[in-house]
Structures are given as structure tokens and as C-alpha cells.
């Protein structure tokens, strides 16, 4: 395909990183400090590509949306960070954690770029701990890991439950020392509106300030769009409530093309919904996995017993018990890849065997591990005859070292004690694989615009196994970025400022105030949640974890309509020139319009099932993995970027075919 | 407790910007069930302003777990409302009940101005980071290998308590005197505490206890009422470590 190359260094696997980075342009150190850069989005890609950038002597100029750097929604991530630094001997390694994470990505993600990911992956550990990042750590001082669904290694470094709190403020404090410099110049509480190009590259964009209303231009080098997903397309997910896919949007509708919308994790362990006011959904970690068994019960009396509030979880007997991750797959369990163990919990409530009055949850119990964890903790503290009931309280207290944060969540939003009783959980979305297509130097199609982190598509294929989101996001901005960017901008050397006062810049401008004006003056009676909360529930029942090619159709075409209907009747309060969160949500839902129908016609494009995109056209007929997800590599072992044409349907698709020269492909087992 | 459908009365702080003056009004929602959270009770409000053709109460919010510190209402005279240990967005409607009146205002101090309503401005928090919450070391895929320096359990576990402060300004808004001593020390311990901050850890507390007096934060007379509002349990601990530093790098720093 002509418009789309990948730039894969050419050599062997593991060799391509290092030659291309021993051959790429390089900016002299002088010549950095004529060049600006700005990055959208302060998350891990985003904090820490600005902060490796100026380190390096580039102007940066950093954009949030939020009131704060600290708090984008990277801050969120619970589980850990992935890293083949094979401290517990068992094996691990570069390669290792290649083959892993394309396989649990179901073999439709980049081998190069996937490879380069592990490759890096144990610099970010030494990096985050020079910076004094508290990763959690064993008796005798040296760091501590723990393991994730789909691998069969322990190689999760993690800081309780609050992983990606830790690492971002390590990214956040490495961009404060910048901005204490005067090196990145930080706009807080400032949107991108628009992407400006100039002669073909990305100049510049145009922000809001979102206390003003003021609309800024700002010039620069090269754009780099670390945003984050797209998951609240749906409404409901675990994404923060400003999480917005306009930055991304905004750079595809200017030629950036959108790679494998359809991808979309649905996380297989969060609290389930409680009604129609629900405004998002809450995670509990992958890592409760660890030492959480989950089930339902076997027999459909017990289940209604339960709906019917007569007999407690705890009352069923171990027999009664249906612990069908287990059942169905012995040599991974309950810590199966998160497409896999959420569709499982699906196939049981369908059947009829969710155990709250929606139908929609099932069991995660500590029981078990309480009771294992009491006894070793009995033994090294010499109580050989410990009661059960001291076994039990010497138990808690292992789990609540260990979780203790996440249980208190669960605690605080349920009100149920999740020590004494398991926890109801139930799918939702989460995490966006597709996202802005991405050569290997993690530009897009627009020369000079990159995109990084869960913004990209790069990394995670159709499914993205658990904490490596965070490894990405950090390998992304501080070890590849800063390198690949300086390839581009050495041409650039002698441009020096880029003006704002260009026709180009002019009239990206205006296209935002026409825009935002025509939301003020609307004057409709719909709020702009009414039209989110339609499309997300077109989005969950249609293109959710279950999808058929006439959902598909339906989907799109109901999304038109909401889409329709939105530019005719929605209903902006207030004034452009202030603080107004009623106009930044309008903008944002206008966007989720528009990628909500590509995101169906790319499911529909896609007649296969792979990794989070279940198709129910695609499944293996018969066999040991009866009912199991269908992959079509004869057909979709491609990356499907699709071309903005003026409107979602009409979208043109251009295919990135993948190669898999180091990696056998294979239907994915788990059993 | 109710099961379900609690009317209340709220009393909501309106200020339509920085300029203005700003004042109390009263509003009243219905049929709001125990099991949402307090900013879901929220939303409701503004989805009734909003078909009422009025402007929808500003606030802010973000993650909606308890992790980004955006959230930041004082509930009935308390940061984050009634509950212990958790943010506003975790508060959830069953601490209420039918009948009950519920003043919702914003963080009050002079350091933290008032952006619009319930918004406040927050920045100073990230100025005194800029001033030295960080360890100096630059991007680098040559720093040591990440168990070169084992670290006793104690001062990890210690290091990540102080570290899970979330910046959200409960200790400030909940002080008498608006101190950000809890703030700031738990960034001061956090690094202080592990051997790769030890280097710069005179300039380190000096440079943000001075940027933190710039900011217009009062002083710290040890009332321990931010302990107890912090939704992330932050130590007073960590305020008598910042003291000894700040302390000993007076006495023996050469600046």
C-alpha cells in the first residue's frame, strides 16, 4: 500500500531497535533549543515524552485538559507495569514477553514495535526508581512482583494498588523539574481544538482556555497527540469523565488515519452497574485474579435463591460451586487474558446465572486465599495450631497488604465487606487498543504529528494483556519518542519559529469559533448527556462484547440519527468566554458521534473474531476450543487504517498487512 | 437509612467567576437513590437546572474512583462530606438521609481562589512541586539497574504511604490556618525517605517550604484536622519529618 508505510528497520528482530537508533538523524544540542514541540496530554506517554524532551533541550509546550498534570487518567491505573527483568528466575525475557504480549494480543499487532516494547521494558523500572518511584518491595529490599492473566511468569511491578498513580506523578514530578526551568511551558486547563498544518506538516494547534474561553494558536515543530482512548464512546466505562477522543479525532479529520476502532477491551473485572444514574464505571484490579477465584453458582435454585436475597454467597456449598474459568481453562484458570475471562462471565449470565438482581455479576472470592495465606503466615510466625478463626484473621491481613486500597473501594461504593463476602463483578469497557495509525517512529500519516500511548494503535493488537498499558504509555514517551522525533526534526533546523499569522492558522480558528458558536446559539432542549448516554447504550448492546453483522448495520445507522438529532437539538447553557463544562462535554460527544460510526463500520469490516472483537459469525465449529473465538488470518491479517472522507460512512480503508517472521501464528489457547 | 427516593435540600456556593461575589442558593432534588455517589446526586441537580433552562453548577471532577484529586466540595463544613477516608466522588448518598439539608461549598483559602462556583484554582500545588518535589535525574536508559540499591521494606512501605497523597487540597481547605504542611511534607518524606532523593534533600525542603510560604498557605500549629479529613490517611508523620529536614538543612545547608 502506498500511503501506508510502517518503516520497519530492516535485520533481525532483535536488532532492529538498536540499528535504527544508531542510524537515525540526530539534533545537535544547540540546535534543540530552536525547536518547539507540543504534546497534547500530560497521562504516562504524554508526561513523559514532555519531560524527556526538554531534559533533551527541545521548547516543549505541554496541554491538559485538567486543572493539574498529576491528575490525567493514568493516575488510575491500579495492577502494575510489565517488565522482563526476570528478577523471580522463572525464566522470563525479551523474548518472552514478545511472544506473550503479541500472542495475547491474538496476532495482530506489529512484531517490530511489540518487540522494541519489551526491549525497553526493563529500562522503564530502572528509570522510574532513579526517580524515586515506591514500587513495592520484598524483606530484604529488592523490588517484588506478581502475576498477570495470559502469561505464565511473574514479571508485574507494582505499588499496591495504585501502580499508575505512582508512576505518573514520577512522570509528573520529572515534568515539574522542566517546568520549574522554564523548559516545558504548561497549559493546564486548556483544550486542543484543532490541528493546524502548514505546508503539509503539523505546525501547530489551536487550544482553548477552558476558564476564559480564550481560543490561543500555538506554533511548534511537531505535534505530539498522547490523549488517551476512546472507551468513553460508551458512556459507561472505567475511563475518567473528561477522557475524550477529540485531540485524536480532531488529527484524523486532518489526515491522520484511524487504526482498528473495533478494538476495545472490556475489562472482565469491575463493579457492576447499580442504575440508570450511573455516571461510570469502577475497575477492580486484574491483579485481584491473582489470588481471587471466580464463580457462579452450578445449579439455577441457588441462583435465584440469591436474587431473592435467602441464603448469602458463603452458603453454597464448594460442590454447588461452578468455577468456570477453572473449568473451562486448567492451565491458565482465573488468570485467562481479559477478552477471555469477560466473555466467559457473559456466556454464564446469558445462560441465566448472574447473581444480582440484574442478572449481570458474577463471584470474585477471596475465601481461598484468605485461608492459604493464614496458613503460611501461621507458619512463620509459629502458631503451628493456629484456630481457623486466627488462620482467617492472619489471612485478611495479608490480602489487605496487599489490596487493601481496592477493597476499601469496593467496600466504599457496594457497601458490602468484601473480607466477609465476594465481590459482584461484571465487564465494562476499559482500554482502546485501535487508535491513530503509527509507523514505527510512532508518527502518523501526517508528517510531523505523532501519536503516543493508548492514543496510538500500536502495541496491543485486538487484545491488550494486563499492565501493559502502562508499560507502553512510558516506553512510548521516554525511550522511543525522544529518539524518533529527532529523525524528523533534524531537516528542521533552519525553519525557525513558525509563524501563527499564516492563512492555515487563520482559518483552523475560525473553524473552532464557528463551531463553539454554533453550540452556544443552538438553544436546543437536549442536554449533551442525553445524546452520550443514547449513543453508549447503542454502542454496549450493538458493537459491545458480542457483535453480528446486523447489530452492526442497525448501530450505524441509530448512531446517524442520535448524530442528526444532536446538531439539531442540543442544548449548550451558558457563554462561550467562561468557565463552561456544558461546552467542553458538546465538543467532546460531537467527536464520539463521529468515531461511534466508524467504530461499527470497522466491526462490520472485520468478519472475524480476534482478541476483544467478537464476531458471532466467526467461532471454531467443533474441537476441543468448541465456541471459541475464530481468527480469519487468510482474510484480516491486516491493520485496517481507515482515510477520513467527510463523513464516518464514508471512510476509506487502506490495509497495513502484518507479518509475523519471529512469531508461529496459532490459534490461542488457554486451555 | 432509606431505601430509596431521599428528597433533599441543597444549599449550593454560586460565583460566576473570580470577580464576582458570590452567594448561597437553595435547590431541591427528589428521588435520589442511597446507591448513588454524591457527585451522581450532582449531575442529577444539573440535568434539572439544565432542562430548567438555568446554568448547571461547575465543579470539579474527573477519575470518579478516588485516585486524580479533582473532586474538592466541603459537605456540611467537612472536606470531601462526612465519610472518612474516601473523596467527595466516593461519597455515596446512603451517608444521607430523606429530609436532609446539604451545604455544598468550595475549598475556602486565600491560595486557592475561586474559579467559578464550586472550581477552585489549585495551580500552587503544582508550583511548589516545580520548586523541588522531584529527584534530578534525567530520562536515561543507562541509570543502574533497578535492584542495585535494595531498599528496606519499612522505608518503601513508608515512602508509598506519604505517596499516595492525591493533591486534591482537603488539608488545606480543612486547616484553620489553610497550611499545606501535609501536602507538602508527604512529597518532602516521600523522597526523603528512599536513598535516590537523599542527595538533593536539603534544597528539596528548603525550596518547597519557601515556595509554599510564597503561595499565601498558612502555617502549620499542629491542630492534626487535616489527618483526620485526608482521604488518603497522609500521616501527621510526615509533618514531623518535614520539620526535622527542613530543620536540619536550615541549620547546615550552605545557601
Known sequence: MAKLDAKIPKGPIKDKWTNHKNHINVVNPANKRLIDVIVVGTGLAGGSAAASLAEMGYNVKSFCFQDSPRRAHSIAAQGGINAAKNYQNDGDSTYRLFYDTVKGGDYRSREANVYRLAEVSTNIIDQCVAQGVPFAREYGGLLDNRSFGGVLVSRTFYAKGQTGQQLLLGAYSAMSRQIGKGKIKMYNRHEMMDLVIVDGKARGIISRNLITGEIARHSAHAVVIASGGYGNVFFLSTNAMGSNTSAAWKIHKKGAFFANPCYTQIHPTCIPRSGDYQSKLTLMSESLRNDGRIWVPKNMKDVEAIRAGRIKPIDIKAEDRDYYLERRYPAFGNLVPRDVASRAAKERCDAGYGVNATGEAVYLDFASAIMRYGKEKAIIIHEPKASEARIQELGKKVIEDKYGNLFQMYEKITDDNPYETPMQIYPAVHYTMGGVWVDYNLMTTIPGCYAAGEANFSDHGANRLGASALMQGLADGYFVLPYTIGDYLASDIRTGEVSTSSPEFDEAEKAVKDRLNFFINNKGTKSVDHFHKRLGKVMWDKVGMSRNAQGLKEASDEIRIIKEEFWKDVMVPGDLNEFNQELEKAGRVADFLELGELFAKDALNRNESCGGHFREESVEPDGEQKGEAKRDDINFKYTAAWEWKGDSKDAELHKEELTFNDIELKQRSYK | ?255
Open chain 2, 1 to 255: 437509612m432509606t431505601k430509596n427516593g431521599m428528597n433533599l435540600t441543597l444549599k449550593v456556593w454560586r460565583q460566576k467567576s473570580d470577580k464576582d461575589k458570590g452567594q448561597i442558593e437553595t435547590y431541591q432534588v427528589n428521588d435520589i437513590s442511597e446507591h448513588m455517589s454524591f457527585l451522581e446526586m450532582m449531575d442529577t441537580m444539573n440535568e434539572q437546572l439544565i432542562s430548567a433552562g438555568k446554568e448547571p453548577v461547575a465543579f470539579d471532577h474527573d477519575c470518579r474512583e478516588g485516585i486524580c484529586g479533582s473532586c474538592s466540595l466541603f459537605i456540611n463544613g467537612e472536606a470531601h462530606g462526612p465519610d472518612r477516608g474516601v473523596t467527595t466522588c466516593q461519597l455515596h448518598m446512603r451517608k444521607f438521609k430523606d429530609g436532609d439539608t446539604i451545604y455544598i461549598e468550595p475549598w475556602r483559602s486565600k491560595a486557592f481562589p475561586v474559579i467559578k462556583d464550586l472550581v477552585v484554582d489549585r495551580t500552587g500545588f503544582d508550583r511548589i512541586m516545580s520548586a523541588g518535589g522531584f529527584i534530578s535525574v534525567n530520562t536515561s536508559g543507562n541509570t543502574q539497574d533497578a535492584n542495585s540499591i535494595p531498599i528496606a521494606k519499612d522505608d518503601a512501605d513508608h515512602a508509598f504511604d506519604a505517596a499516595t497523597c492525591i493533591g486534591c487540597g482537603a488539608c488545606v481547605a480543612t486547616c484553620k490556618n489553610a497550611s499545606a504542611m501535609l501536602f507538602v511534607s508527604a512529597k518532602v518524606s516521600q523522597l526523603a525517605l528512599l536513598p535516590q532523593g537523599k542527595i538533593e534533600a536539603k534544597d528539596r525542603v528548603l525550596n518547597m517550604v519557601e515556595q509554599m510560604d510564597a503561595e499565601g498557605f498558612g502555617s502549620c500549629t499542629n491542630t492534626g484536622a487535616c489527618e483526620v479529613e485526608c482521604p488518603k490517611g497522609i500521616s501527621l508523620d510526615n509533618i514531623a519529618r518535614m520539620n526535622r529536614e527542613f530543620m536540619g538543612a536550615s541549620i547546615t545547608s550552605d545557601k
